[in-house]
């Protein structure tokens, strides 16, 4: 059995205190009760419900959810269909195309992509709003959520398909009975990935974005520029709380899924 050596251990420490540290710092001066989030006067929980009254942020966190929900829905929809063609297609006219422009996405800077799309709604006078942050967050989460279905569907058994096939369903029942329940673990993560890509993104909703729609992170943006006030640090423990939820849910949900395969491929096995 190999033993972690004092470097390891060492860089590990690092590493993670590199990461995790500014975040823990954040969360204990959320409770800060001085205004100076540098300055350490006892804890209190004020800024919380100063954070609850504000509603400038409550407006833009709505937007942002709704964006979240809504764009990483069609992400996850148009991902996994291309995903689909992409694996089980096979050689197509087209077919180098179409994966380009689905992983052009994933290499083209975010400032590039903001700019052609803003010029695209100017262009087909498509007043921005919520609507085009939408559109414009499912267009480059898509390839995020094709790339992980697709590596799923690569290790996928088509033999559990090809017998539902010989039992009498049709292609369609044989995707939704057999194929969809098993790449699900995928989906979700997919779906998971675009939430949070939508969630944060600065850039391309800052091209997309119109007076009417403003998300949390062009609110957050330009509030700090006038300094960090408690309230951030509040909204932002707040969002690390709800991220951390969904992963751990993600991850027992994707647990006992993959539990829940083996089990249906040992009895599949042990029938045949």
């Not at 996994?80 to 422009?101: D, E, H, I, K």
């Not at 992983?103 to 921005?128: Q, W």
């Not at 300094?227 to 932002?236: H, T």
Request: glycine letters at 6%; hydrophobic letters at 55%.
């Amino acid at each position: 059995m190999n033993r972690l050596s004092w470097f390891n251990v060492t860089s590990l420490t690092l590493g993670f205190a590199f990461l995790y540290l500014p975040m823990l710092i954040l969360i204990i001066f959320s409770f800060n009760e001085s205004k100076l989030v540098t300055v350490w006067a006892g804890f209190s929980t004020k800024w919380y419900g100063e954070l609850l009254q504000n509603e400038a942020f409550l407006d833009a966190a709505w937007v942002t959810i709704k964006v979240a929900v809504l764009s990483s829905t069609l992400a996850t929809i148009l991902g996994t269909m291309a995903a689909y063609v992409l694996v089980r297609g096979g050689r197509f006219v087209g077919r180098t195309l179409f994966s380009g422009m689905i992983y052009a996405p994933l290499v083209m800077p975010e400032v590039i992509t903001g700019l052609s799309l803003l010029l695209l709604f100017i262009g087909i006078g498509l007043d921005r709003g919520v609507l085009t942050i939408v559109l414009a967050h499912t267009t480059f989460s898509t390839c995020f959520v094709s790339v992980v279905v697709s590596s799923r569907l690569l290790t996928f058994d088509r033999s559990l398909e090809e017998a539902a096939l010989d039992l009498g369903c049709s292609p369609f029942d044989a995707f939704r009975l057999v194929t969809l329940p098993i790449i699900a673990p995928a989906v979700i993560s997919g779906w998971l990935l675009a939430f949070t890509l939508s969630l944060d993104d600065l850039v391309i909703a800052s091209f997309t974005a119109g007076p009417s729609a403003t998300t949390l992170p062009i609110k957050i943006f330009s509030a700090v520029r006038l300094g960090v006030s408690p309230e951030i640090n509040a909204l932002s423990t707040i969002m690390i709380a709800i991220v951390t939820v969904g992963v751990v849910a993600a991850s027992l949900v994707s647990k006992r899924s993959m539990i829940r395969q083996k089990k249906d491929e040992r009895a599949a096995a042990i029938q045949a």
